[in-house]
């Protein structure tokens, strides 16, 4: 299980200087909602800023995360 503290700490760790906010959804710290505007964005895709979103949580994605519903945009 994860708190959505610690999920913003690992994606401002990767992306420094991006805003973030995670909410949990259901309060099982399992799906979570999360808003990330970084300056590492500036011209990427949406595919790849979400996919750097998802290399910063690493394994996580795989175990403790079941399920994010990602926004990003560039900062």
């Known amino acids: ?13 990767a992306l420094p200087g991006a805003d973030v906010d995670v909410k ?10 999360a808003t990330v505007v ?3 964005f500036q011209g990427k895709s949406l595919i790849e800023q979400h996919q750097m979103v998802y290399r910063a949580l690493g394994d996580r994605m795989k175990a403790d ?11």
């Open 24 to 33: 949990d959804l259901t309060g099982t710290k399992d799906h979570f909602q």
């Open 38 to 40: 970084a300056p590492q």
């Open 65 to 75: 995360i079941h399920a994010l519903a990602l926004t990003t945009r560039p900062k």
């Open 1 to 13: 299980m994860m708190e959505p503290d610690r999920i913003r700490e690992m994606l401002v760790a």
